[in-house]
């Protein structure tokens, strides 16, 4: 059909939550082996607003809606490159949870950091 398999969707929005955390200095492997903290998914939606079609390029706009101590949310937009059209729209939930998949609190120095990163209301674009 020339149009890009839905679930490709999530995969994107994991590409926008890695390169988010990244841009504020962390990265998923150094959480879970340095803080033992680990981010899995405990819920995801999107909402399909038009066809990605096979070699556009997209942006991925990722920014953090909610965190509790122990919940964060992300939200994202994918938009084509090309004209800015959306996409689609979506957000994740993630329990914040250590190896054993125990809840636990999200280390403060992330607290720190996406509380800044709340603040100003930022998202990042790739």
């Not at 992300?74 to 957000?91: I, P, T």
């Not at 509380?115 to 990042?124: F, T």
């Amino acid at each position: 059909m020339g149009v890009v398999y839905h679930s490709n969707y999530f995969v994107w929005f994991e590409i926008g939550r890695v390169e988010l955390l990244r841009e504020l200095g962390f990265d998923y492997k150094q959480m879970e082996i340095e803080d033992d903290c680990h981010l899995p998914v405990v819920e995801a939606s999107c909402r399909y607003r038009a066809s990605a079609r096979y070699d556009d390029e997209i942006v991925i706009e990722t920014r953090v809606v909610g965190m509790r101590s122990f919940l964060l949310k992300f939200g994202y937009r994918v938009l084509r490159a090309a004209d800015s059209l959306l996409l689609a729209e979506g957000e994740t939930a993630h329990v914040v949870c250590d190896h054993t998949m125990t809840k636990r609190s999200l280390p403060q120095k992330y607290q720190q950091a996406i509380v800044s990163l709340q603040r100003e209301e930022l998202c990042i674009r790739i």
